[in-house]
Each structure stands twice: as C-alpha cells, then as structure tokens.
C-alpha cells in the first residue's frame, strides 16, 4: 500500500518539531514540489495523516503565504502543524526521547530568549525522515533515533566507502546485518538513498563535474552519489554532503582522492588538477534554505 515512498525531506529533531511541526523548504525536494503544486497553492492549509510505525496521526499541511513581490527569490515553505497536546507530538516526543530530554534540561538553564537556539550537539542528534505516500494527504514518518545511529555506526565502520555507496546507490541491501541491527541500519540506507536519489532527479542525471547525462544516449539512468566526507566515518546523508556525478568521475575521485574545497565548490588533485563542479543546484542553495530552519 505504502510503496511509493519518495523522498520530502530530513529533519533534526528540535523543540518545535516535538511540539508545533516541521517547516518544509521545498526547492529541491522534486517530487514533493510537483505533488504539492497539485494540491495545495500558497496560502491554502488542509488536513493529512502521518503514518508512524504503521499507525495514522491527524496533522494539517498548510503552504505558508508570503509577500511574492517583496521576497521574488524565496523559496516556498511547507510546514506540517499539530498542536503541543496532540497524540502525534506525544508520540514524537516519546520516540525521541533522547533529545526531549537534552532540550528540556537545556531550556531549564537559559533565558527566554536563547531558548529556540538550542541544537543537540553532533553525536547525538535524532532525525525525522518524511515520505509521500500514494495517497496525496498522507505521510510516511520514519523516526531515526540515537540507537538507531549507533547501531549502524558499528554495523558500517569497517565498510569499504565506495562498496558502501554502491550498496546505496543501486539498491544493494547489506546481506551480513544481522535482524536486529537490520531493522535500524535500514531505516538511514533508505534515507540515504532516498536523498542521492531525489538529487539525481534534480540533476536530470546530469554530472556535477562533467555537466554530461552520459546514460541518455542509451536510454537508462545512470549516475551516482558520493558523500563529501565519507558517510562510513561521518554518517552524514544530508544533500549538502552528496554531490552527483557519472560514474566514471566518481572512480577517478575514490581512486585519485582529491581535496574538496567546499567555498570553490573545487576537488584539488595530488598532480595539480583542479576540477571545478559545473552544476550546482543544492550545494549553495542548501545553505540559505537550511538556515530558514
Ligand atoms: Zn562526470
Ligand atoms: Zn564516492
């Protein structure tokens, strides 16, 4: 029923996602944009359902209106709402528990002001990842938890990247995971996949570093995603750690390891090449968006 799960976006877990909802920048996300354009326009709310490990929450979507002409370049929010006494921020709060607590005991400590500046630190943050469905006004929520990051931390470290971004990139499930640690690691490889992949919609399967769809002539879709600093070490899935690129550039990269110098958007060659990314439609961009929270 729930099979077609596209990508909408990953969320940290913080203070007004455990009680108010989650804000939305949709520029890059593909397919949710064009779902959304087809259901709600800006300014307009309607009810949806969130569906957390397999039971239905009522929330409201609402396409935040703004000032077109005074702000011509922003870049369209959705923001999924619930109310603080609602079952869904109950159950958000209690599945991420962790970070509840962190925030709570922080809070308890500062003024008022400062108080929805708190960020869990790195080691411990939590995710929320959302999903379309196929039905429009409903969402897949898959709650990435502290555990759930420790257990595939473990599982990973001794992973050869470039296995492991073949794994995520073709779809290849890791067969030595035993079932306990596999319900976890599943949840973030999804993730994971599911963030190159909307990427690669987003570049049309275009290289980032040639510019070229070298899969067109033949008619399939091949490219692939590669983590900036190495997902086995960092776990980093966010978009602003994937670049996209053809798979001939990405043997090169792993094999030649050049240095990325993220201002230049530029990979440094030990022999003194330096290859600048031609297309970049979220390495950028991904700094403004991020920042609206
Ligand atoms: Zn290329
Ligand atoms: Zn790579």
Redesign the pocket.
């Known amino acids: 029923m729930l099979d077609e799960n596209y990508y909408v976006y990953k969320k940290e877990v913080d203070w007004s996602l455990l009680h108010e909802g989650v804000g939305i920048p949709v520029t890059i996300q593909v397919v949710f944009q064009h779902s959304i354009n087809q259901f709600l326009s800006r300014g307009q709310s309607k009810n949806i359902y969130l569906v957390i490990e397999g039971k239905t929450y009522k929330a409201e979507l609402k396409n935040q209106k703004f000032d077109e002409r005074k702000y011509p370049n922003r870049t369209d929010i959705m923001q999924i709402r619930y109310n603080p006494q609602s079952d869904i921020a109950q159950k958000l709060r209690n599945i991420f528990s962790s970070s509840y607590q962190y925030i709570l005991e922080q809070r308890n400590a500062i003024f008022d002001k400062q108080k929805k500046f708190i960020n869990v630190p790195k080691e411990q943050k939590e995710y929320l990842a959302i999903y379309t469905t196929v039905y429009a006004d409903t969402y897949l929520l898959d709650c990435i938890t502290r555990e759930d990051t420790i257990a595939t931390k473990e599982q990973i470290a001794h992973e050869d990247?470039?296995e492991y971004?073949t794994s995520i990139n073709y779809g290849l499930m890791d067969s030595k995971a035993t079932i306990e640690t596999a319900c976890q690691t599943t949840k973030i490889r999804k993730l994971s996949r599911a963030i190159g992949d909307n990427l690669k919609l987003l570049y049309d399967y275009r290289c980032q570093l040639c510019g070229q769809n070298i899969s067109e002539r033949y008619e399939v879709a091949v490219a692939?995603?590669?983590?900036i600093d190495?997902f086995v070490e960092s776990l980093n899935n966010n978009a602003d750690n994937q670049i996209i690129i053809c798979p001939n550039h990405?043997r090169i990269?792993?094999r030649a390891n050049p240095v990325f110098y993220r201002g230049k958007l530029t990979f440094a060659y030990k022999n003194g090449v330096e290859e600048r990314i031609v297309l970049d439609r979220h390495l950028s961009r991904h700094r403004t968006a991020g920042s609206m929270g």
């Open positions: 990247e470039q971004e692939e995603s590669h983590h190495p990405h990269i792993h």
